[in-house]
């Protein structure tokens, strides 16, 4: 996907996909953009995430819903969840393989 879409391209599509993050309150938009980087690396594996970023695992179901609320998505669609992939790797800073690379 990178091959064809330019990265000037896909990075304000990025920042608008996740503006919404932007105005969240505690934990706030960098907490929430890493458990939802590091849940979809992981399957959408509570548990797993949960050990990652070493939070408890009601943690990250509470962020995950709250991402899935402020982004006004279903997190359940795996199209949603392949675009937010994208998007996440899209987003300044993110590089292409930094997501996905921890087991």
Do not use: K
């Not at 934990?27 to 458990?35: K, S």
């Not at 399957?43 to 050990?51: E, M, V, W």
């Not at 408890?56 to 992939?85: A, F, K």
């Amino acid at each position: 996907m990178h091959g064809i879409v330019s990265r000037d391209d896909a990075e304000p599509l990025a920042r608008a996909c996740f503006a919404p993050l932007a105005r969240a309150p505690a934990p706030g938009p960098a907490d929430l953009l890493q458990t939802l980087r590091t849940w979809l690396s992981r399957y959408g594996s509570r548990d797993r995430t949960a050990a990652a970023l070493e939070i408890h695992r009601n943690t990250v179901r509470r962020r995950i819903s709250r991402i899935s609320d402020l982004l006004d998505t279903d997190l359940d669609d795996p199209d949603v969840r392949m675009e937010l992939w994208f998007a996440l790797h899209w987003l300044p800073g993110a590089g292409h393989s930094q997501a996905g690379n921890e087991s």
